[in-house]
């Protein structure tokens, strides 16, 4: 697979947790995930807080054993955080401290602490989310007070690019700014992951550090449009 043959080229990178896929399986059925499943994939991501919602429901109804973790990548609004607290495992786009304090206060008691990461707007494109680089670690400080959620690491969907050169600068782009944001928060705490490279780009991606593939058109097929 793709993935196999990037990693097995991988540099190492002090801190960064190795590289695992991602399947995206937004407007894919519950069934697909379950297949999927049966093969040992184990984390899934959706874009969508019901579809995603309603998803996680099926397939656990339908195999609670197999313990999937599910994770929200796509833009959260105030009014949904809620679902995605009191179902996901995973966030990987908190672009501002409202949304993470929300997500906070309504994450179960009886549920582990909510896996999150920072989405950054690398690129500096004005449709993109996502926080401003030099605004990262202000948000990072701000989200270690939070008890109910876990800070992993960054998240980002760089400007779409066939040059491998531009790719490769803007996963570095963030992969450096989650070296400079551990190196500030020192000892208090360390960021691990770096959620970036979809079906497109991920060799790119592994390249430059990425922890979390975001794949689903190489997994799934084409989505209907």
Known sequence: MRIDQARAHR????????????????TFPAQDVLELAQSGQRDFGENYVQEGVDKILACHLARPDLQLRWHFIGPLQSNKTRAVAEHFDWVHSIDRLKIAERLNAQRPPERAALQCCIQVNISGEASKSGVAINEVASL??????????????????????????????????????????????????????????????????????????????????????
Not at 196 to 205: I, P, V
Request: proline share 4%; glycine share 8%; with cysteine.
């Open 11 to 26: 540099p190492a990178f002090e801190g960064i947790a190795d590289p695992q896929l991602l399947a995206v399986s937004k």
């Open 140 to 225: 990072a400080l701000a989200m270690l007070e939070l008890e109910n959620l876990s800070l992993r690491g960054l998240m980002a969907i760089p400007q779409a690019s066939d040059d491998p050169i531009e790719q490769a600068r803007n996963f570095a782009a963030l992969r450096d700014c989650l070296v400079d944001c551990n190196r500030l928060l020192g000892a208090r705490h360390s960021m691990d992951h770096l959620s970036m490279g979809m079906s497109g780009d991920l060799e790119a991606a592994v390249a430059q550090g990425a922890s979390w593939l975001r794949v689903g058109t190489a997994i799934f097929g084409r989505r209907d449009l």
